[in-house]
Protein backbone atom coordinates (compact mmCIF):
# COMPACT_ATOMS: atom_id res chain seq x y z
CA UNK A 1 0.00 0.00 0.00
CA UNK A 2 1.07 3.81 -0.61
CA UNK A 3 0.57 6.53 2.27
CA UNK A 4 -1.78 8.24 -0.85
CA UNK A 5 -4.08 5.06 -0.55
CA UNK A 6 -3.80 4.52 3.60
CA UNK A 7 -4.11 8.25 4.14
CA UNK A 8 -7.31 8.88 1.28
CA UNK A 9 -10.06 9.16 4.23
CA UNK A 10 -8.57 11.28 6.42
CA UNK A 11 -6.87 14.04 4.00
CA UNK A 12 -9.98 13.80 1.56
CA UNK A 13 -12.66 14.39 4.89
CA UNK A 14 -13.72 18.21 6.23
CA UNK A 15 -11.33 17.87 9.19
CA UNK A 16 -8.11 17.97 6.90
CA UNK A 17 -9.05 20.73 4.77
CA UNK A 18 -9.81 23.02 7.28
CA UNK A 19 -6.68 22.25 8.89
CA UNK A 20 -4.60 22.47 5.90
CA UNK A 21 -5.99 26.16 5.26
CA UNK A 22 -5.07 26.80 9.01
CA UNK A 23 -1.59 25.84 8.39
CA UNK A 24 -1.39 27.70 5.29
CA UNK A 25 -2.77 30.72 7.41
CA UNK A 26 0.01 30.65 10.08
CA UNK A 27 2.64 30.10 7.65
CA UNK A 28 1.26 33.23 5.96
CA UNK A 29 1.52 34.83 8.84
CA UNK A 30 4.58 34.70 10.39
CA UNK A 31 7.06 32.12 10.47
CA UNK A 32 6.94 28.49 10.86
CA UNK A 33 9.08 25.44 10.56
CA UNK A 34 9.75 22.99 9.13
CA UNK A 35 10.01 24.54 5.27
CA UNK A 36 6.50 23.66 3.90
CA UNK A 37 7.67 21.50 1.49
CA UNK A 38 9.53 19.57 4.26
CA UNK A 39 5.99 19.22 6.38
CA UNK A 40 5.48 15.98 5.23
CA UNK A 41 8.81 14.72 4.80
CA UNK A 42 8.71 12.06 7.04
CA UNK A 43 6.17 10.05 4.90
CA UNK A 44 7.81 10.59 1.93
CA UNK A 45 11.43 9.38 3.17
CA UNK A 46 9.36 6.23 4.65
CA UNK A 47 6.82 4.66 2.36
CA UNK A 48 4.07 2.71 4.36
CA UNK A 49 5.28 -0.66 3.09
CA UNK A 50 8.69 -0.19 4.47
CA UNK A 51 7.74 1.15 8.04
CA UNK A 52 9.71 -1.55 10.42
CA UNK A 53 10.29 0.48 14.00
CA UNK A 54 8.14 4.08 14.33
CA UNK A 55 9.61 6.56 16.37
CA UNK A 56 7.62 9.36 18.13
CA UNK A 57 8.21 12.61 18.32
CA UNK A 58 6.03 15.81 19.94
CA UNK A 59 6.28 18.57 17.69
CA UNK A 60 9.49 20.11 15.44
CA UNK A 61 12.53 22.16 16.89
CA UNK A 62 11.10 26.04 16.89
CA UNK A 63 14.49 27.34 16.42
CA UNK A 64 16.01 28.60 13.24
CA UNK A 65 17.44 26.07 10.37
CA UNK A 66 16.76 22.97 12.84
CA UNK A 67 13.69 21.22 11.72
CA UNK A 68 13.63 19.46 8.51
CA UNK A 69 10.46 17.15 9.00
CA UNK A 70 11.94 14.51 10.82
CA UNK A 71 11.58 13.97 14.30
CA UNK A 72 14.85 14.29 16.31
CA UNK A 73 16.75 15.29 13.54
CA UNK A 74 18.28 18.75 12.32
CA UNK A 75 20.19 19.69 9.51
CA UNK A 76 23.83 19.23 9.58
CA UNK A 77 24.39 23.43 9.73
CA UNK A 78 23.12 24.00 12.87
CA UNK A 79 24.67 22.54 16.53
CA UNK A 80 23.39 19.30 18.02
CA UNK A 81 20.69 19.73 20.19
CA UNK A 82 20.59 18.26 23.55
CA UNK A 83 18.09 15.07 23.07
CA UNK A 84 19.58 14.40 20.32
CA UNK A 85 22.82 14.33 21.93
CA UNK A 86 21.66 12.16 24.27
CA UNK A 87 19.88 9.73 21.99
CA UNK A 88 23.58 9.33 20.25
CA UNK A 89 25.17 8.82 23.67
CA UNK A 90 22.35 5.96 24.06
CA UNK A 91 23.46 4.31 20.80
CA UNK A 92 27.40 4.34 21.35
CA UNK A 93 26.45 3.03 24.59
CA UNK A 94 24.30 0.21 23.54
CA UNK A 95 25.68 -0.25 20.71
CA UNK A 96 29.43 1.06 20.18
CA UNK A 97 28.44 2.74 17.29
CA UNK A 98 29.88 6.78 17.36
CA UNK A 99 27.39 8.41 15.23
CA UNK A 100 28.16 12.13 14.24
CA UNK A 101 25.35 12.64 11.36
CA UNK A 102 22.86 15.27 12.88
CA UNK A 103 20.59 14.34 9.74
CA UNK A 104 18.70 11.29 10.36
CA UNK A 105 17.48 10.47 6.76
CA UNK A 106 19.40 7.39 6.38
CA UNK A 107 17.58 5.53 9.38
CA UNK A 108 14.42 7.09 7.32
CA UNK A 109 15.12 5.30 4.27
CA UNK A 110 15.47 1.84 6.08
CA UNK A 111 11.95 1.92 7.52
CA UNK A 112 11.94 4.12 10.43
CA UNK A 113 9.31 6.54 10.84
CA UNK A 114 10.49 9.38 12.08
CA UNK A 115 7.33 11.30 13.01
CA UNK A 116 6.15 13.93 15.21
CA UNK A 117 2.58 14.51 16.34
CA UNK A 118 1.91 17.85 15.58
CA UNK A 119 3.93 18.62 12.14
CA UNK A 120 4.32 22.32 12.24
CA UNK A 121 5.31 25.41 14.97
CA UNK A 122 5.82 28.61 14.93
CA UNK A 123 9.03 29.86 15.16
CA UNK A 124 10.76 30.26 18.51
CA UNK A 125 7.44 28.66 20.51
CA UNK A 126 7.53 25.46 21.13
CA UNK A 127 3.94 23.41 20.69
CA UNK A 128 2.67 26.56 18.91
CA UNK A 129 0.66 24.37 16.66
CA UNK A 130 -0.67 21.43 19.15
CA UNK A 131 -4.13 23.42 19.13
CA UNK A 132 -4.28 23.12 15.24
CA UNK A 133 -5.26 19.33 15.70
CA UNK A 134 -2.38 17.59 14.09
CA UNK A 135 -2.61 14.78 16.34
CA UNK A 136 -5.85 13.72 14.28
CA UNK A 137 -3.66 13.27 11.50
CA UNK A 138 -0.60 11.82 13.10
CA UNK A 139 -2.96 9.48 14.95
CA UNK A 140 -4.70 8.16 12.61
CA UNK A 141 -1.49 7.18 10.58
CA UNK A 142 -0.46 5.58 13.98
CA UNK A 143 -3.17 3.19 14.36
CA UNK A 144 -3.41 2.43 10.58
CA UNK A 145 -0.13 1.27 11.24
CA UNK A 146 -1.03 -0.83 13.59
CA UNK A 147 -3.66 -2.62 12.20
CA UNK A 148 -2.70 -2.86 8.46
CA UNK A 149 1.26 -4.19 9.59
CA UNK A 150 2.73 -6.78 11.75
CA UNK A 151 6.12 -6.52 14.09
CA UNK A 152 6.35 -3.04 13.68
CA UNK A 153 8.29 -1.52 16.90
CA UNK A 154 6.97 2.02 18.02
CA UNK A 155 9.05 3.76 20.43
CA UNK A 156 7.65 6.18 22.85
CA UNK A 157 9.98 8.22 24.93
CA UNK A 158 8.48 10.36 27.45
CA UNK A 159 4.86 10.89 28.67
CA UNK A 160 3.72 12.18 25.87
CA UNK A 161 4.28 9.99 23.35
CA UNK A 162 3.28 6.99 25.59
CA UNK A 163 0.06 8.43 25.75
CA UNK A 164 0.15 6.64 22.32
CA UNK A 165 0.41 3.59 23.76
CA UNK A 166 -3.55 2.98 23.14
CA UNK A 167 -3.81 3.50 19.33
CA UNK A 168 -1.08 0.25 18.87
CA UNK A 169 -2.53 -3.36 18.94
CA UNK A 170 0.58 -4.74 21.52
CA UNK A 171 -0.32 -8.43 20.74
CA UNK A 172 1.53 -8.11 17.01
CA UNK A 173 4.02 -5.46 17.73
CA UNK A 174 6.56 -4.11 19.67
CA UNK A 175 6.53 -1.38 22.24
CA UNK A 176 9.17 0.12 23.82
CA UNK A 177 8.89 2.81 26.66
CA UNK A 178 11.53 4.76 28.68
CA UNK A 179 11.81 8.28 29.35
CA UNK A 180 12.37 11.15 26.95
CA UNK A 181 16.31 11.77 26.09
CA UNK A 182 16.13 15.24 27.34
CA UNK A 183 19.07 16.40 29.69
CA UNK A 184 15.92 17.14 32.79
CA UNK A 185 14.87 12.99 32.20
CA UNK A 186 17.89 11.08 30.52
CA UNK A 187 19.36 10.06 33.54
CA UNK A 188 15.73 8.83 34.49
CA UNK A 189 15.80 5.29 32.54
CA UNK A 190 16.82 6.71 29.22
CA UNK A 191 20.54 5.72 29.43
CA UNK A 192 20.62 2.32 29.90
CA UNK A 193 17.34 1.47 28.28
CA UNK A 194 18.98 0.26 24.86
CA UNK A 195 16.48 0.33 22.66
CA UNK A 196 18.65 0.20 19.15
CA UNK A 197 19.78 -2.91 20.01
CA UNK A 198 16.34 -4.35 21.30
CA UNK A 199 14.89 -2.74 18.03
CA UNK A 200 17.04 -5.25 16.24
CA UNK A 201 16.74 -8.31 18.03
CA UNK A 202 13.25 -8.12 17.51
CA UNK A 203 13.63 -7.05 13.93
CA UNK A 204 15.72 -10.18 13.63
CA UNK A 205 13.52 -12.18 15.32
CA UNK A 206 10.52 -11.54 12.67
CA UNK A 207 12.65 -12.19 9.96
CA UNK A 208 12.95 -8.36 8.99
CA UNK A 209 16.18 -6.48 7.67
CA UNK A 210 17.77 -5.15 11.08
CA UNK A 211 18.02 -1.60 10.65
CA UNK A 212 22.28 0.25 10.55
CA UNK A 213 22.31 2.87 13.08
Known amino acids: MTWKEVLSPIKESIYFENLWETVKSEYA?????????QIFRALELTSFDDVKVVILGQDPYHNDFQANGLCFSVSES???PPSLKNIFIELENDLRIKRTKKELDDWAKQGV?????????????????????????TDFIIREISDKKENVVFVLWGSFAQKKAVLIDESKHLILKAVHPSPLSSYRG???SAPFSKINVYLKENNKNIISW
Request: net charge positive; proline share 10%.
Open 78 to 80: VAI
Open 29 to 37: KSPCFPPPK
Open 190 to 192: FFG
Open 113 to 137: LLLNSTLTVRAHEANSHQKLDWEKF
